[in-house]
């Protein structure tokens, strides 16, 4: 099956600095990822659809200054956490779509942030 | 909107069978997928119904019916690896974003 790659799986940082965590499709070409973030307990929260080659997509809420999202190519989305407080610790996890496998959505393995 | 529910939590004994209800409410639909998620791990695909029925695969099977709004996931012969968090999400029309219910955490006990 479709295979989607996440890194870093965990980055502990500081509150101030900016993390970019990367979503690869590695064996298709992924014209729209997604990226959520999940809290302890919590179901998937969609943050923002990213569709190559052009600006992504947020959803109502989610600070688009704040969590810059790249798609540049067919097999990588970036999410850039900027200015990280600790409020942003969370597991955030993307998921590409392969536009010749119908509707399903492949996840990456997430990634961990911890802002001390 | 979407309004998804789902029991928060089931506990069974190993060697026993579940089943996870999930109610939607949302504007449109273009079928339902049901996920499982362990601690720490992102969600891997377990099934896709589009139309009305009972859809089997091994162990798990997954039921559907639109006109009620309502599907339901059924673990059998439950082992201790199936204890994990189930989501259902709902697959809307010209769309390709999932809203995912809050999931159902299923213990399975010895």
């Known amino acids: 099956g479709a295979v989607v790659s996440q890194h870093p799986s965990w980055v502990i940082c500081k509150s101030g600095t900016s993390v970019k965590i990367e979503c690869r499709s590695l064996d298709f070409q992924a014209t729209t990822m997604f990226w959520y973030r999940q809290f302890p307990k919590q179901s998937l929260m969609l943050m923002a659809t990213?569709?190559?080659?052009?600006?992504?997509?947020?959803e109502q809420g989610v600070e688009k200054d704040k969590f810059l999202i790249n798609h540049a190519s067919l097999t990588l989305s970036t999410l850039t956490v900027t200015s990280a407080h600790p409020e942003d610790s969370s597991f955030y996890i993307c998921s590409a779509r392969d536009p010749l496998s119908g509707y399903e959505q492949y996840f990456g393995p997430g990634t961990r942030l911890t802002v001390t | 909107g979407q309004n998804i529910d789902q029991p928060t939590e089931m506990t069974a004994t190993e060697g026993a069978i579940v089943q996870i209800n999930c109610t939607y409410q949302t504007s449109g639909f273009n079928g339902l997928f049901w996920y499982q998620q362990h601690a720490g791990e992102a969600p891997t695909f377990l099934s896709y119904?589009?139309?009305?029925g009972l859809e089997e695969k091994g162990r798990f099977s997954s039921f559907l019916s639109r006109s009620k709004g309502y599907s339901y996931l059924l673990l059998k012969e439950l082992q201790m690896k199936d204890s994990a968090s189930y989501l259902c999400?709902?697959?809307?029309?010209?769309?390709?974003?999932?809203?995912f219910g809050a999931g159902t955490t299923v213990t399975v006990r010895a």
């Open positions: 990213s569709n190559e080659g052009s600006k992504a997509t947020y």
């Open positions: 999400a709902v697959l809307p029309p010209n769309d390709y974003k999932l809203s």
């Open positions: 119904n589009v139309l009305d």
